[in-house]
């Protein structure tokens, strides 16, 4: 028998059986697009991370205080440490070759108010050098001025919602607003910008390094950023770093040093190992359709023992009548797929619409890998069928005689 001719064999058998068809169509397809929209997830969270890092544009190194003593995850952000990072440890660190900018950071949450309006916002505490180093620019206003490297003026720069919800559409360059127990005045307000390393900068408010050092009443520092030169060598600084901070704390490393290509690849490790954990839960529904075929092929099988008898007794070898139902089951894997794969396109197209700053988009190892997994469960579980109805007896068969 010819392809074509099983082509339109097993045609004329979807026609008969519609809503058997539809079922089995629809449970490929919906195993294909999961397997599609959940690897899109992982792998968008990875390209999300990869452009959140290269929106920084420079090449930078996190000081924080704590010494990690495990590799291969995140180092700690809290913990008991033997002396805090302060302004002067940051401040020596500007005198290293190869360090462009150094930016203290001192954080904290306190409630901002105009008049009647309040609101409890994330505040940073650093001076001029953290603009550049986090690739930051006004939309209106000024940063901070390069006194706040050592004065703790009345100031502070306000991001763009924090803006809104506070003075409205009403102008804040000049306005004093309320930071906890102190007045300042607004000299800033950052350009329109979504979140940036998981900090909504829209919501923010910046204020010189020492001002937060009063008003947070602590001394230590958050972490320290650093802008190193783009031929510098990366390891080399980190060294000196480390060999800075140990001879000014007593001889003590009690520092963790991260730089940015280190973070980016644990990111892209932890988020693509997600993915193939996504897409290896998703496959299992593919499993199931493949059950699904094999069952309703052996109920296939004992309705059509007629049909099968007549093929039998024309000529037709068990050979041929085994490619028919094997056959029958790869086209229908096959039209499933392509229906998968257009419904999970369709609402990768449709949410990216909705969230366009999600660069939700699947690997391309995902379509080849749904599909696969797809012809094989197809393939698999329509064996057993297959042999039953070839080993089916025609004179039986014609009769309708169960064997």
């Known amino acids: 028998m010819k392809l074509v001719d099983q082509i339109s064999f097993n045609w004329q058998i979807f026609q008969r059986h519609g809503l058997r068809t539809f079922l089995l169509l629809a449970a490929v397809g919906i195993g294909v697009a999961s397997v599609i929209l959940l690897t899109s997830l992982g792998e968008g969270a990875r390209r999300y991370v990869d452009r959140e890092f290269s929106?920084?544009?420079?090449?930078?190194?996190?000081?924080l205080p704590g010494r990690s003593e495990t590799t291969g995850g995140a180092p700690p952000i809290y913990g008991s440490v033997p002396r805090d990072l302060t302004l002067e440890d940051a401040?020596?660190?500007?005198?290293?070759?190869g360090v462009l900018a150094v930016a203290p950071i001192v954080?904290?949450?306190?409630?901002?108010?105009?008049?009647?309006?309040?609101?409890?916002?994330?505040t940073l505490g650093s001076n001029q050098s953290f603009f550049t180093v986090r690739k930051l620019a006004v939309g209106a206003g000024q940063i901070l001025p390069a006194r706040t490297r050592e004065d703790a003026m009345a100031v502070c720069v306000l991001g763009v919602k924090l803006k809104r919800e506070l003075f409205?559409?009403?102008?804040?360059?000049?306005?004093?607003?309320?930071?906890?127990?102190?007045?300042?005045r607004v000299v800033g307000v950052l350009e329109e910008?979504?979140?940036s390393l998981g900090l909504d900068m829209r919501d923010i408010l910046l204020i010189p390094v020492r001002t937060a050092e009063q008003l947070f009443?602590?001394?230590?520092l958050f972490r320290i950023m650093l802008d190193i030169a783009p031929s510098a060598d990366s390891d080399l600084i980190q060294t000196k770093i480390k060999a800075v901070i140990t001879e000014r704390h007593e001889g003590e490393e009690d520092i963790t040093v991260i730089s940015q290509d280190s973070m980016l690849a644990a990111f892209n490790s932890i988020l693509t190992t997600l993915t193939l954990v996504i897409a290896a839960i998703a496959s299992i529904s593919l499993l199931v359709a493949g059950i699904l075929i094999m069952n309703i092929s052996l109920i296939s099988v004992s309705q059509r023992r007629k049909e099968i008898g007549l093929l039998k007794a024309i000529g037709a070898s068990s050979r041929q009548i085994r490619q028919l139902f094997l056959g029958e089951s790869l086209l229908l894997v096959s039209l499933g797929s392509v229906a998968g794969i257009l419904f999970a396109y369709s609402l990768i197209a449709f949410f990216s619409s909705l969230w366009p700053s999600f660069p939700l988009m699947?690997?391309?190892w995902a379509v080849p890998a749904a599909v696969g997994v797809a012809f094989f469960s197809g393939l698999t579980f329509s064996i057993v069928p297959a042999k039953r109805a070839a080993g089916l007896d025609p004179v039986l068969a014609l009769r309708g005689v169960q064997e």
């Open 91 to 97: 401040y020596t660190l500007e005198k290293i070759p």
């Open 107 to 122: 954080a904290g949450t306190t409630t901002v108010a105009v008049d009647s309006r309040s609101r409890e916002v994330i």
């Open 55 to 63: 929106a920084l544009g420079n090449r930078v190194l996190i000081v």
């Open 168 to 184: 409205g559409n009403a102008r804040a360059l000049g306005e004093w607003v309320r930071v906890g127990d102190r007045r300042m």
């Open 217 to 220: 009443n602590s001394p230590s």
């Open 193 to 195: 910008r979504g979140e």
């Open 362 to 364: 699947p690997p391309l």
